[in-house]
């Protein structure tokens, strides 16, 4: 198993529309969910609190790392239920092709989990991924 999620999505939206909607508060929350926080500068804050399926609060976190506006933003992404070694890293990425964009999400480091949880791991956040930027599609393409 691949140790990478790449997923990407055609968009009719601009790049900038498109930035916006991924690092802006008021944007996220319309395809996210309502207290997601990226921050568009490098050290700026990535925050998520959402639930588990016992209803149960959990919080991911991390710090952008490098980032070119209406480009690419890359931040760090940590669960507080993982243990302090396991860091992995997310970048959108948003390259114009004239008539349309795609919007590609690399999340990388997965070898920094533990081997008994990495597989369901990945698995889960690719489906969390796909159902992420579907919603972000609809709410751009509409």
Known sequence: MKDSIELSIKL??????????????GE??????????LEPKVGGSFKEPWLDDEGDKQM???KVVKLKKEQFITFTWKEKS???????ECTFTIEDNG???????????????????????????????GYHL?????????
Request: glycine fraction near 6%.
């Open 12 to 25: 009719k939206a601009s790049s900038g529309w498109i930035w916006n909607a991924l690092t802006d508060r």
């Open 28 to 37: 996220l929350e319309n395809w996210w969910s309502e207290s997601v926080v």
């Open 60 to 62: 991911a976190s991390g």
């Open 82 to 88: 993982w243990p302090k070694t396991a860091v992995t």
């Open 99 to 129: 008539k349309e964009r795609v919007l590609s999400l690399e999340h990388t480091g997965w070898d920094t989990l533990p081997a008994e949880i990495r597989a369901k791991t990945i698995k889960d956040f690719k489906v969390g991924w």
């Open 134 to 142: 579907k919603e972000l599609k609809s709410y751009l393409d509409d």
